[in-house]
Protein backbone atom coordinates (compact mmCIF):
# COMPACT_ATOMS: atom_id res chain seq x y z
CA UNK A 1 0.00 0.00 0.00
CA UNK A 2 1.43 3.58 -1.07
CA UNK A 3 0.11 6.53 1.10
CA UNK A 4 0.77 10.05 0.21
CA UNK A 5 -0.28 12.20 3.11
CA UNK A 6 -0.31 16.03 3.15
CA UNK A 7 2.50 15.78 0.42
CA UNK A 8 3.53 19.16 -0.69
CA UNK A 9 6.40 19.95 -3.20
CA UNK A 10 7.26 23.69 -3.92
CA UNK A 11 10.22 24.23 -6.22
CA UNK A 12 12.27 27.71 -5.51
CA UNK A 13 12.83 29.21 -9.33
CA UNK A 14 14.58 32.33 -10.06
CA UNK A 15 10.99 33.19 -10.75
CA UNK A 16 9.61 32.97 -7.07
CA UNK A 17 8.29 29.56 -5.59
CA UNK A 18 6.53 27.31 -7.39
CA UNK A 19 3.92 24.79 -5.59
CA UNK A 20 4.16 21.68 -7.81
CA UNK A 21 2.38 19.34 -5.66
CA UNK A 22 -0.02 21.04 -3.14
CA UNK A 23 -1.72 18.86 -0.13
CA UNK A 24 -2.16 15.31 -1.73
CA UNK A 25 -3.45 12.67 -0.19
CA UNK A 26 -3.66 9.58 -1.59
CA UNK A 27 -4.04 5.73 -0.98
CA UNK A 28 -2.93 3.37 -3.71
CA UNK A 29 -4.27 -0.53 -3.00
CA UNK A 30 -1.83 -3.15 -3.49
CA UNK A 31 -2.28 -4.97 -6.53
CA UNK A 32 -4.44 -1.77 -7.90
CA UNK A 33 -3.68 0.04 -11.17
CA UNK A 34 -3.99 3.35 -10.45
CA UNK A 35 -4.28 6.06 -13.01
CA UNK A 36 -3.43 9.83 -12.01
CA UNK A 37 -4.45 11.90 -15.01
CA UNK A 38 -3.70 15.90 -15.56
CA UNK A 39 -2.99 18.58 -18.19
CA UNK A 40 0.68 19.22 -18.87
CA UNK A 41 2.41 20.95 -15.64
CA UNK A 42 -0.20 20.20 -13.48
CA UNK A 43 2.14 18.22 -11.30
CA UNK A 44 1.92 14.56 -12.19
CA UNK A 45 5.66 13.51 -12.46
CA UNK A 46 6.76 15.57 -9.35
CA UNK A 47 4.19 13.61 -7.46
CA UNK A 48 5.69 10.05 -8.53
CA UNK A 49 9.06 11.28 -8.68
CA UNK A 50 8.78 11.36 -5.12
CA UNK A 51 7.74 7.72 -4.69
CA UNK A 52 10.89 6.85 -5.39
CA UNK A 53 13.43 10.05 -4.48
CA UNK A 54 14.14 11.65 -7.26
CA UNK A 55 12.54 14.87 -5.78
CA UNK A 56 12.02 15.36 -1.78
CA UNK A 57 8.72 16.74 -0.83
CA UNK A 58 8.75 19.73 1.08
CA UNK A 59 5.90 18.93 3.18
CA UNK A 60 3.97 15.57 4.65
CA UNK A 61 5.11 12.06 3.80
CA UNK A 62 4.71 9.39 1.76
CA UNK A 63 4.47 5.69 3.11
CA UNK A 64 4.98 2.51 1.21
CA UNK A 65 3.85 -0.96 3.16
CA UNK A 66 4.34 1.19 6.69
CA UNK A 67 7.87 2.37 5.92
CA UNK A 68 8.02 5.53 5.53
CA UNK A 69 10.09 6.76 2.48
CA UNK A 70 10.18 10.27 2.50
CA UNK A 71 13.43 11.25 4.39
CA UNK A 72 15.76 7.66 3.38
CA UNK A 73 18.79 8.70 2.02
CA UNK A 74 22.16 7.39 0.40
CA UNK A 75 22.24 2.99 0.45
CA UNK A 76 18.48 2.92 2.49
CA UNK A 77 17.09 5.09 -0.77
CA UNK A 78 18.88 2.90 -3.21
CA UNK A 79 17.88 -0.37 -1.32
CA UNK A 80 14.20 0.92 -1.74
CA UNK A 81 14.14 2.62 -5.55
CA UNK A 82 15.55 -1.49 -6.73
CA UNK A 83 12.00 -2.41 -5.57
CA UNK A 84 10.72 0.34 -7.79
CA UNK A 85 10.34 -0.25 -11.32
CA UNK A 86 9.97 2.95 -14.17
CA UNK A 87 9.39 3.11 -17.13
CA UNK A 88 9.48 6.58 -18.88
CA UNK A 89 8.32 8.58 -21.91
CA UNK A 90 11.25 8.26 -23.64
CA UNK A 91 12.26 4.87 -22.48
CA UNK A 92 15.52 6.02 -21.43
CA UNK A 93 18.05 3.00 -22.15
CA UNK A 94 21.61 2.48 -22.70
CA UNK A 95 22.09 2.79 -26.33
CA UNK A 96 25.30 1.40 -25.71
CA UNK A 97 23.75 -1.83 -24.48
CA UNK A 98 22.09 -4.59 -26.15
CA UNK A 99 18.38 -5.47 -25.21
CA UNK A 100 19.29 -8.38 -22.70
CA UNK A 101 22.49 -6.31 -20.81
CA UNK A 102 20.02 -3.00 -20.88
CA UNK A 103 17.66 -5.58 -18.95
CA UNK A 104 20.54 -6.87 -16.44
CA UNK A 105 21.29 -3.25 -15.67
CA UNK A 106 19.05 -3.07 -12.66
CA UNK A 107 20.68 -6.53 -11.56
CA UNK A 108 24.19 -5.51 -11.77
CA UNK A 109 23.15 -2.47 -9.40
CA UNK A 110 21.88 -5.15 -7.11
CA UNK A 111 24.18 -7.26 -7.49
CA UNK A 112 22.93 -10.73 -8.56
CA UNK A 113 25.57 -12.81 -9.59
CA UNK A 114 26.28 -13.12 -13.23
CA UNK A 115 24.43 -16.55 -14.29
CA UNK A 116 21.73 -15.55 -12.19
CA UNK A 117 21.02 -12.34 -13.82
CA UNK A 118 21.78 -13.82 -17.31
CA UNK A 119 18.61 -16.11 -17.06
CA UNK A 120 16.53 -13.94 -15.16
CA UNK A 121 17.25 -11.57 -17.88
CA UNK A 122 16.19 -13.82 -20.70
CA UNK A 123 12.96 -14.70 -18.16
CA UNK A 124 11.84 -11.03 -18.88
CA UNK A 125 12.73 -10.70 -22.18
CA UNK A 126 10.73 -13.93 -23.10
CA UNK A 127 7.53 -12.15 -20.92
CA UNK A 128 7.40 -9.25 -22.69
CA UNK A 129 7.84 -10.73 -26.38
CA UNK A 130 10.91 -10.12 -27.29
CA UNK A 131 12.38 -13.16 -27.86
CA UNK A 132 14.98 -13.32 -30.38
CA UNK A 133 15.75 -9.58 -30.09
CA UNK A 134 18.21 -9.84 -27.37
CA UNK A 135 21.41 -8.94 -28.79
CA UNK A 136 20.06 -6.27 -30.38
CA UNK A 137 20.59 -2.38 -29.55
CA UNK A 138 17.84 -0.13 -28.98
CA UNK A 139 18.70 1.74 -31.95
CA UNK A 140 17.37 -1.35 -33.77
CA UNK A 141 14.20 -1.71 -31.58
CA UNK A 142 11.14 -0.03 -32.50
CA UNK A 143 9.25 2.46 -30.25
CA UNK A 144 7.20 -0.35 -28.63
CA UNK A 145 9.84 -2.44 -28.34
CA UNK A 146 12.13 -0.35 -26.59
CA UNK A 147 9.27 0.24 -24.13
CA UNK A 148 9.16 -3.22 -23.53
CA UNK A 149 12.67 -3.54 -22.92
CA UNK A 150 11.63 -0.65 -20.49
CA UNK A 151 8.91 -2.25 -18.40
CA UNK A 152 11.41 -5.87 -18.63
CA UNK A 153 14.30 -3.38 -17.50
CA UNK A 154 11.94 -1.87 -14.79
CA UNK A 155 10.35 -5.37 -13.43
CA UNK A 156 13.95 -6.91 -13.13
CA UNK A 157 14.29 -6.65 -9.61
CA UNK A 158 10.66 -7.91 -8.48
CA UNK A 159 9.20 -4.37 -7.75
CA UNK A 160 6.26 -3.68 -5.60
CA UNK A 161 5.35 -0.83 -7.32
CA UNK A 162 5.65 0.46 -11.16
CA UNK A 163 5.96 3.68 -12.19
CA UNK A 164 4.77 4.69 -15.55
CA UNK A 165 5.27 8.32 -16.45
CA UNK A 166 3.36 8.76 -19.79
CA UNK A 167 4.96 5.36 -21.26
CA UNK A 168 2.51 5.45 -24.02
CA UNK A 169 2.99 8.88 -24.86
CA UNK A 170 5.52 8.67 -27.55
CA UNK A 171 3.40 5.70 -29.17
CA UNK A 172 1.19 5.29 -32.02
CA UNK A 173 -2.80 4.34 -30.81
CA UNK A 174 -2.11 0.61 -31.74
CA UNK A 175 1.44 0.48 -30.29
CA UNK A 176 -0.14 2.40 -26.75
CA UNK A 177 -2.68 -0.68 -26.55
CA UNK A 178 0.27 -3.78 -26.95
CA UNK A 179 2.00 -1.85 -23.99
CA UNK A 180 -0.76 -1.26 -21.95
CA UNK A 181 -2.16 -4.90 -22.39
CA UNK A 182 1.50 -5.79 -21.57
CA UNK A 183 0.75 -3.75 -18.18
CA UNK A 184 -2.31 -5.45 -17.75
CA UNK A 185 -1.05 -8.49 -17.93
CA UNK A 186 1.87 -8.09 -15.58
CA UNK A 187 -0.50 -6.28 -13.01
CA UNK A 188 -2.44 -9.33 -12.92
CA UNK A 189 0.55 -12.09 -13.08
CA UNK A 190 2.44 -10.78 -10.47
CA UNK A 191 -0.36 -8.53 -8.42
CA UNK A 192 2.25 -5.93 -9.17
CA UNK A 193 0.60 -1.96 -8.23
CA UNK A 194 0.98 0.27 -11.06
CA UNK A 195 0.87 3.82 -10.60
CA UNK A 196 0.06 4.91 -14.08
CA UNK A 197 0.22 8.71 -15.23
CA UNK A 198 -1.19 9.62 -18.69
CA UNK A 199 -2.53 12.60 -19.96
CA UNK A 200 -5.40 10.22 -21.88
CA UNK A 201 -8.14 9.04 -20.52
CA UNK A 202 -8.38 5.97 -22.62
CA UNK A 203 -5.09 5.13 -20.64
CA UNK A 204 -7.39 5.06 -17.65
CA UNK A 205 -10.25 3.73 -19.10
CA UNK A 206 -8.29 0.55 -20.08
CA UNK A 207 -6.78 -0.65 -17.84
CA UNK A 208 -6.83 1.40 -14.44
CA UNK A 209 -8.71 0.90 -11.31
CA UNK A 210 -9.01 3.92 -10.00
CA UNK A 211 -8.01 7.43 -11.11
CA UNK A 212 -6.42 10.08 -9.35
CA UNK A 213 -7.67 13.95 -11.38
CA UNK A 214 -5.16 16.47 -10.96
CA UNK A 215 -4.95 20.34 -11.44
CA UNK A 216 -2.48 22.75 -10.53
CA UNK A 217 -0.33 20.59 -7.80
CA UNK A 218 -3.86 19.40 -6.26
CA UNK A 219 -6.15 16.10 -6.58
CA UNK A 220 -9.24 17.68 -7.51
CA UNK A 221 -11.01 14.04 -7.64
CA UNK A 222 -10.20 10.78 -7.23
CA UNK A 223 -12.46 7.37 -6.85
CA UNK A 224 -12.67 4.30 -8.95
CA UNK A 225 -12.60 4.66 -12.85
CA UNK A 226 -15.84 3.63 -13.26
CA UNK A 227 -17.83 6.03 -11.08
CA UNK A 228 -15.21 8.90 -11.92
CA UNK A 229 -16.18 8.04 -15.55
CA UNK A 230 -20.38 7.78 -15.02
CA UNK A 231 -19.94 10.49 -12.93
CA UNK A 232 -17.18 13.37 -13.07
CA UNK A 233 -18.27 15.93 -10.65
CA UNK A 234 -15.39 19.05 -11.44
CA UNK A 235 -15.02 20.72 -14.50
CA UNK A 236 -11.51 19.59 -15.75
CA UNK A 237 -12.38 15.79 -15.19
CA UNK A 238 -15.62 16.31 -17.41
CA UNK A 239 -13.29 17.24 -20.11
CA UNK A 240 -11.09 14.55 -19.80
CA UNK A 241 -14.22 12.13 -19.97
CA UNK A 242 -15.75 13.62 -22.76
CA UNK A 243 -12.67 13.34 -24.45
CA UNK A 244 -12.82 10.18 -24.07
CA UNK A 245 -16.64 8.76 -23.86
CA UNK A 246 -17.28 10.46 -26.89
CA UNK A 247 -14.35 12.17 -28.86
CA UNK A 248 -16.48 13.04 -31.47
CA UNK A 249 -18.21 15.33 -29.05
CA UNK A 250 -17.91 18.48 -31.01
CA UNK A 251 -19.60 16.44 -34.04
CA UNK A 252 -22.44 15.78 -31.97
CA UNK A 253 -22.90 18.89 -30.93
CA UNK A 254 -23.10 20.33 -34.55
CA UNK A 255 -25.50 17.69 -35.12
CA UNK A 256 -27.47 18.43 -32.13
CA UNK A 257 -27.78 22.08 -33.34
CA UNK A 258 -28.97 21.21 -36.83
CA UNK A 259 -31.37 18.67 -35.21
CA UNK A 260 -32.86 21.16 -33.17
CA UNK A 261 -32.72 23.62 -36.08
CA UNK A 262 -34.81 21.47 -38.14
CA UNK A 263 -36.52 19.18 -35.57
CA UNK A 264 -37.86 22.46 -33.34
CA UNK A 265 -40.90 20.26 -31.84
CA UNK A 266 -38.21 17.31 -30.81
CA UNK A 267 -37.17 16.29 -27.57
CA UNK A 268 -33.68 15.63 -27.25
CA UNK A 269 -32.09 13.27 -24.45
CA UNK A 270 -28.98 11.92 -24.02
CA UNK A 271 -29.05 8.78 -22.00
CA UNK A 272 -25.67 7.03 -20.03
CA UNK A 273 -25.60 3.54 -19.06
CA UNK A 274 -23.39 1.30 -17.46
CA UNK A 275 -22.24 -2.46 -17.20
CA UNK A 276 -25.34 -4.43 -18.01
CA UNK A 277 -27.71 -1.74 -18.96
CA UNK A 278 -25.95 -1.25 -22.01
CA UNK A 279 -26.97 -4.68 -23.21
CA UNK A 280 -30.64 -4.10 -22.73
CA UNK A 281 -33.51 -3.53 -25.80
CA UNK A 282 -33.62 -0.04 -24.33
CA UNK A 283 -34.87 1.56 -27.52
CA UNK A 284 -36.59 -1.24 -28.51
CA UNK A 285 -38.27 -1.50 -25.89
CA UNK A 286 -39.33 2.39 -26.03
CA UNK A 287 -40.86 1.70 -29.37
CA UNK A 288 -42.86 -1.41 -28.28
CA UNK A 289 -44.68 0.46 -25.69
CA UNK A 290 -44.98 4.46 -27.46
CA UNK A 291 -45.43 3.51 -30.97
CA UNK A 292 -46.72 6.56 -32.05
CA UNK A 293 -43.60 7.87 -30.67
CA UNK A 294 -40.80 8.89 -33.53
CA UNK A 295 -37.74 7.90 -32.04
CA UNK A 296 -34.14 8.19 -34.51
CA UNK A 297 -30.72 7.42 -33.21
CA UNK A 298 -28.56 10.90 -33.23
CA UNK A 299 -25.57 9.01 -32.08
CA UNK A 300 -24.15 6.62 -29.80
CA UNK A 301 -20.97 5.21 -28.12
CA UNK A 302 -19.86 2.35 -25.46
CA UNK A 303 -16.30 2.12 -24.00
CA UNK A 304 -15.08 -0.76 -22.01
CA UNK A 305 -13.30 -0.02 -18.26
CA UNK A 306 -12.11 -2.78 -16.24
CA UNK A 307 -15.36 -2.63 -14.34
CA UNK A 308 -17.57 -2.96 -17.58
CA UNK A 309 -19.26 -0.59 -20.02
CA UNK A 310 -20.06 2.37 -20.38
CA UNK A 311 -22.35 4.11 -22.89
CA UNK A 312 -23.90 7.11 -23.87
CA UNK A 313 -26.91 7.38 -26.69
CA UNK A 314 -27.96 10.62 -28.27
CA UNK A 315 -32.06 10.32 -28.98
CA UNK A 316 -34.53 12.14 -30.43
CA UNK A 317 -38.45 11.72 -29.38
CA UNK A 318 -40.67 13.11 -31.31
CA UNK A 319 -44.49 12.69 -30.59
CA UNK A 320 -47.28 14.38 -27.89
CA UNK A 321 -46.20 15.28 -24.62
CA UNK A 322 -47.71 11.68 -23.01
CA UNK A 323 -45.89 10.02 -25.14
CA UNK A 324 -42.16 11.78 -24.44
CA UNK A 325 -42.86 11.90 -20.35
CA UNK A 326 -44.33 8.22 -20.83
CA UNK A 327 -40.66 7.57 -22.70
CA UNK A 328 -38.84 9.14 -20.19
CA UNK A 329 -40.42 8.07 -17.28
CA UNK A 330 -39.71 4.26 -18.61
CA UNK A 331 -36.25 4.89 -18.81
CA UNK A 332 -35.91 6.24 -15.45
CA UNK A 333 -37.63 2.97 -14.49
CA UNK A 334 -35.26 1.09 -16.33
CA UNK A 335 -32.43 3.11 -13.91
CA UNK A 336 -31.15 5.04 -17.00
CA UNK A 337 -29.33 8.04 -16.99
CA UNK A 338 -31.07 10.75 -18.97
CA UNK A 339 -30.41 14.41 -19.65
CA UNK A 340 -32.79 16.42 -21.73
CA UNK A 341 -30.78 18.45 -23.90
CA UNK A 342 -32.85 20.36 -25.54
CA UNK A 343 -37.03 20.17 -24.90
CA UNK A 344 -39.15 21.77 -27.64
CA UNK B 1 76.15 19.89 -48.56
CA UNK B 2 73.11 18.94 -50.31
CA UNK B 3 72.38 22.68 -51.79
CA UNK B 4 68.83 22.74 -50.44
CA UNK B 5 67.35 19.83 -52.40
CA UNK B 6 64.95 18.12 -51.03
CA UNK B 7 65.76 14.75 -52.71
CA UNK B 8 68.68 14.21 -51.24
CA UNK B 9 67.94 11.02 -49.67
CA UNK B 10 71.23 9.21 -49.26
CA UNK B 11 72.27 11.88 -46.96
CA UNK B 12 69.60 10.24 -44.58
CA UNK B 13 70.80 8.75 -41.62
CA UNK B 14 68.04 6.17 -41.20
CA UNK B 15 69.16 4.66 -38.09
CA UNK B 16 68.61 8.07 -36.75
CA UNK B 17 65.37 8.61 -38.36
CA UNK B 18 63.92 5.47 -37.00
CA UNK B 19 64.98 6.56 -33.39
CA UNK B 20 63.69 9.49 -33.65
CA UNK B 21 60.39 8.13 -35.32
CA UNK B 22 60.28 5.98 -32.17
CA UNK B 23 60.84 8.61 -29.90
CA UNK B 24 58.00 10.59 -31.23
CA UNK B 25 55.58 7.70 -31.09
CA UNK B 26 56.88 6.93 -27.50
CA UNK B 27 55.78 10.35 -26.18
CA UNK B 28 52.61 10.50 -27.53
CA UNK B 29 51.76 7.33 -26.49
CA UNK B 30 53.03 7.69 -22.52
CA UNK B 31 51.74 11.36 -22.59
CA UNK B 32 48.18 10.62 -24.06
CA UNK B 33 47.94 7.57 -21.74
CA UNK B 34 48.49 10.27 -18.70
CA UNK B 35 46.32 12.79 -20.65
CA UNK B 36 43.10 10.39 -20.84
CA UNK B 37 43.06 9.50 -17.24
CA UNK B 38 43.73 13.06 -15.67
CA UNK B 39 41.54 14.34 -18.35
CA UNK B 40 38.75 11.57 -17.22
CA UNK B 41 39.65 12.51 -13.87
CA UNK B 42 39.28 16.36 -14.81
CA UNK B 43 35.98 16.00 -16.46
CA UNK B 44 34.30 14.10 -14.57
CA UNK B 45 35.05 16.46 -11.64
CA UNK B 46 33.94 19.50 -13.67
CA UNK B 47 30.73 17.50 -14.79
CA UNK B 48 30.26 16.38 -11.51
CA UNK B 49 30.03 20.05 -9.59
CA UNK B 50 28.29 21.95 -11.86
CA UNK B 51 25.00 22.78 -11.23
CA UNK B 52 25.42 22.02 -7.21
CA UNK B 53 23.63 23.86 -4.58
CA UNK B 54 26.60 23.40 -2.11
CA UNK B 55 28.89 26.49 -1.93
CA UNK B 56 32.12 24.54 -1.27
CA UNK B 57 30.95 22.56 -4.43
CA UNK B 58 30.69 25.42 -6.37
CA UNK B 59 33.71 26.98 -5.56
CA UNK B 60 35.89 23.70 -6.49
CA UNK B 61 33.98 23.46 -9.60
CA UNK B 62 35.00 27.14 -9.77
CA UNK B 63 38.67 27.02 -9.20
CA UNK B 64 39.11 23.90 -11.28
CA UNK B 65 37.30 25.76 -14.18
CA UNK B 66 39.31 28.49 -13.93
CA UNK B 67 42.87 26.16 -13.59
CA UNK B 68 41.56 24.26 -16.68
CA UNK B 69 40.85 27.50 -18.61
CA UNK B 70 44.06 29.23 -17.94
CA UNK B 71 46.32 26.20 -18.82
CA UNK B 72 44.48 25.77 -22.04
CA UNK B 73 45.24 29.40 -23.08
CA UNK B 74 48.97 29.25 -21.92
CA UNK B 75 50.41 28.18 -25.79
CA UNK B 76 52.63 25.25 -25.74
CA UNK B 77 55.96 27.04 -26.31
CA UNK B 78 55.90 28.81 -23.46
CA UNK B 79 54.23 26.28 -21.05
CA UNK B 80 57.80 24.51 -21.43
CA UNK B 81 59.52 27.13 -20.47
CA UNK B 82 56.89 28.19 -17.66
CA UNK B 83 57.72 24.18 -16.50
CA UNK B 84 61.37 24.53 -16.87
CA UNK B 85 62.32 23.96 -12.93
CA UNK B 86 59.27 21.81 -12.23
CA UNK B 87 60.61 19.40 -15.17
CA UNK B 88 63.98 19.42 -13.50
CA UNK B 89 63.02 18.64 -10.23
CA UNK B 90 60.52 15.89 -11.79
CA UNK B 91 62.20 14.29 -14.11
CA UNK B 92 66.21 15.39 -13.27
CA UNK B 93 66.50 16.29 -16.94
CA UNK B 94 65.33 19.05 -19.34
CA UNK B 95 66.77 17.46 -22.10
CA UNK B 96 64.91 14.36 -24.31
CA UNK B 97 61.63 12.40 -24.50
CA UNK B 98 60.79 11.88 -20.61
CA UNK B 99 61.54 16.05 -20.07
CA UNK B 100 59.14 16.48 -22.52
CA UNK B 101 56.24 14.51 -20.54
CA UNK B 102 55.19 16.75 -18.00
CA UNK B 103 54.68 20.09 -20.17
CA UNK B 104 53.01 17.82 -22.61
CA UNK B 105 50.62 16.38 -20.29
CA UNK B 106 50.09 19.69 -18.72
CA UNK B 107 48.92 21.24 -21.63
CA UNK B 108 46.48 18.61 -22.97
CA UNK B 109 45.06 17.32 -20.45
CA UNK B 110 42.69 20.30 -19.62
CA UNK B 111 42.21 20.53 -23.47
CA UNK B 112 40.69 16.65 -23.27
CA UNK B 113 39.23 17.43 -19.76
CA UNK B 114 36.39 20.15 -21.17
CA UNK B 115 36.03 17.44 -24.18
CA UNK B 116 35.30 15.22 -21.40
CA UNK B 117 33.52 17.29 -19.35
CA UNK B 118 31.21 18.09 -22.69
CA UNK B 119 30.97 14.21 -23.68
CA UNK B 120 29.07 13.95 -20.43
CA UNK B 121 26.85 16.81 -20.75
CA UNK B 122 25.42 15.23 -23.99
CA UNK B 123 24.23 12.15 -22.25
CA UNK B 124 20.37 12.14 -22.18
CA UNK B 125 19.49 13.26 -18.52
CA UNK B 126 16.99 10.92 -18.53
CA UNK B 127 19.20 7.80 -19.07
CA UNK B 128 21.63 9.21 -15.80
CA UNK B 129 17.94 9.50 -13.80
CA UNK B 130 16.77 6.09 -15.29
CA UNK B 131 19.97 4.81 -13.62
CA UNK B 132 19.36 6.68 -10.19
CA UNK B 133 15.79 5.47 -9.74
CA UNK B 134 17.24 1.96 -10.16
CA UNK B 135 18.82 2.36 -7.55
CA UNK B 136 22.34 3.20 -9.10
CA UNK B 137 25.18 4.40 -6.54
CA UNK B 138 26.77 7.47 -7.90
CA UNK B 139 29.93 5.21 -8.39
CA UNK B 140 27.57 2.95 -10.76
CA UNK B 141 26.25 6.07 -12.76
CA UNK B 142 30.06 6.65 -13.80
CA UNK B 143 31.31 3.48 -14.85
CA UNK B 144 27.78 1.99 -16.15
CA UNK B 145 26.26 5.07 -17.35
CA UNK B 146 28.43 8.26 -18.19
CA UNK B 147 32.09 6.18 -19.12
CA UNK B 148 30.15 3.59 -21.59
CA UNK B 149 27.32 6.23 -23.26
CA UNK B 150 30.10 8.54 -23.71
CA UNK B 151 32.56 6.38 -24.94
CA UNK B 152 32.33 7.37 -28.57
CA UNK B 153 32.70 11.19 -28.20
CA UNK B 154 35.76 10.28 -25.23
CA UNK B 155 37.12 8.60 -28.14
CA UNK B 156 37.13 11.16 -30.88
CA UNK B 157 38.02 13.65 -28.59
CA UNK B 158 41.02 11.10 -27.31
CA UNK B 159 41.98 11.01 -30.69
CA UNK B 160 41.72 14.98 -31.61
CA UNK B 161 44.24 15.24 -28.47
CA UNK B 162 46.40 12.91 -29.84
CA UNK B 163 46.92 14.51 -33.09
CA UNK B 164 47.47 17.49 -31.43
CA UNK B 165 49.85 16.03 -28.87
CA UNK B 166 52.22 14.80 -32.26
CA UNK B 167 52.43 18.41 -32.91
CA UNK B 168 53.47 19.79 -29.89
CA UNK B 169 56.11 16.79 -29.26
CA UNK B 170 57.27 18.23 -32.44
CA UNK B 171 57.35 21.44 -30.86
CA UNK B 172 59.32 20.17 -28.16
CA UNK B 173 61.69 18.51 -30.01
CA UNK B 174 62.93 22.02 -31.43
CA UNK B 175 63.87 22.66 -28.16
CA UNK B 176 65.49 19.58 -27.11
CA UNK B 177 63.31 16.98 -25.99
CA UNK B 178 64.31 14.57 -28.77
CA UNK B 179 61.84 13.05 -31.66
CA UNK B 180 61.06 13.60 -35.18
CA UNK B 181 61.00 17.41 -34.35
CA UNK B 182 64.09 17.24 -32.78
CA UNK B 183 65.79 15.76 -35.72
CA UNK B 184 64.18 18.67 -38.18
CA UNK B 185 65.56 21.20 -36.23
CA UNK B 186 68.66 20.05 -35.45
CA UNK B 187 70.37 17.68 -38.68
CA UNK B 188 67.52 19.09 -40.70
CA UNK B 189 67.01 23.04 -40.31
CA UNK B 190 70.00 23.97 -38.72
CA UNK B 191 72.46 22.19 -40.95
CA UNK B 192 70.56 23.59 -44.16
CA UNK B 193 69.22 20.14 -45.38
CA UNK B 194 65.97 20.01 -46.46
CA UNK B 195 65.50 16.08 -47.25
CA UNK B 196 65.71 15.04 -43.33
CA UNK B 197 63.38 18.05 -42.90
CA UNK B 198 60.86 16.76 -45.76
CA UNK B 199 61.14 13.01 -44.10
CA UNK B 200 60.99 14.41 -40.84
CA UNK B 201 57.26 15.83 -41.84
CA UNK B 202 56.40 12.97 -43.89
CA UNK B 203 56.39 11.18 -41.10
CA UNK B 204 55.10 12.48 -38.95
CA UNK B 205 51.99 13.26 -41.19
CA UNK B 206 51.85 9.18 -41.25
CA UNK B 207 51.84 8.99 -37.94
CA UNK B 208 48.68 11.33 -37.70
CA UNK B 209 46.97 9.45 -40.39
CA UNK B 210 47.59 5.93 -38.44
CA UNK B 211 46.09 7.93 -34.82
CA UNK B 212 43.17 9.23 -36.72
CA UNK B 213 42.29 5.84 -38.67
CA UNK B 214 42.22 4.09 -35.70
CA UNK B 215 40.26 6.63 -33.81
CA UNK B 216 37.80 6.76 -36.33
CA UNK B 217 37.30 2.92 -36.45
CA UNK B 218 37.40 2.52 -33.25
CA UNK B 219 34.18 5.35 -32.74
CA UNK B 220 32.44 3.43 -35.53
CA UNK B 221 32.93 -0.10 -33.80
CA UNK B 222 31.81 1.51 -30.34
CA UNK B 223 28.60 3.83 -31.51
CA UNK B 224 25.70 1.94 -31.67
CA UNK B 225 23.04 4.88 -31.65
CA UNK B 226 22.30 4.98 -35.57
CA UNK B 227 23.02 1.63 -37.46
N1 LIG C 1 13.16 20.68 -10.96
C1 LIG C 1 12.21 21.62 -11.09
N2 LIG C 1 12.48 22.90 -10.79
C2 LIG C 1 11.53 23.84 -10.90
N3 LIG C 1 10.26 23.63 -11.28
C3 LIG C 1 9.92 22.37 -11.61
C4 LIG C 1 10.87 21.29 -11.53
N4 LIG C 1 10.25 20.15 -11.91
C5 LIG C 1 8.99 20.49 -12.21
N5 LIG C 1 8.78 21.81 -12.03
C6 LIG C 1 7.50 22.54 -12.23
O1 LIG C 1 6.49 21.87 -11.52
C7 LIG C 1 5.28 21.87 -12.25
C8 LIG C 1 4.78 20.46 -12.41
O2 LIG C 1 5.65 19.75 -13.26
P1 LIG C 1 5.47 18.22 -13.60
O3 LIG C 1 6.61 17.82 -14.45
O4 LIG C 1 5.25 17.46 -12.36
O5 LIG C 1 4.13 18.25 -14.46
P2 LIG C 1 3.43 17.05 -15.22
O6 LIG C 1 2.04 17.00 -14.71
O7 LIG C 1 4.25 15.82 -15.12
O8 LIG C 1 3.43 17.58 -16.70
P3 LIG C 1 3.66 16.79 -18.08
O9 LIG C 1 2.35 16.18 -18.43
O10 LIG C 1 4.03 17.89 -19.04
O11 LIG C 1 4.75 15.81 -17.87
C9 LIG C 1 5.57 22.56 -13.57
O12 LIG C 1 5.12 23.88 -13.47
C10 LIG C 1 7.07 22.51 -13.67
O13 LIG C 1 7.55 23.63 -14.38
MG1 LIG D 1 5.38 14.68 -16.55
Keep these: MIEFKDVTKTFNTKEGDLTAVADVNLTIEDGEIYGIVGYSGAGKSTLTRMLNGLETPTGGEIDINGDKITGLSGSELRQKRQKIGMIFQHFNLLWSRTVLKNIMFPLEVAGVPRKERKEKAQHLVDLVGLTGRENSYPSELSGGQKQRVGVARALANDPEILISDEATSALDPQTTDEVLDLLLEINKKMNLSIVLITHEMHAIRKICDHVAVMDSGRVVEQGTVFNVFRNPQQEITKRFVNEEVDPSLSDTNIVLDDLIKSYPNGTIVQLVFHGDQAKLPIVSEIIHQYPDLQVSIIEGSIHQTQEGAIGTLYLQLIGNSDNVDGAMALLKKMRVETEVIHHD | ?227
Excluded at chain 2, 70 to 81: A, C, E, K, N, T
Design chain 2, 1 to 227: MTNGSYFAFKTVDWGNMGAATWETIWMTIVSMIAVAILGVLLGLLLFETTASNNFAVKALNWIVSFLVNVFRSIPFIILIMLLLPITKNLVGTIIGPTAALPSLIVSAAPFYARMVELAFHEIDRGVIEAAEAMGASQWQIVYKVLLPESMPALVSGATVTTISLIGYTAMAGAIGAGGLGNLAYIDGFQASNNTIVLVATVIIVIIVFIFQFIGDFLVRRIDKRTL
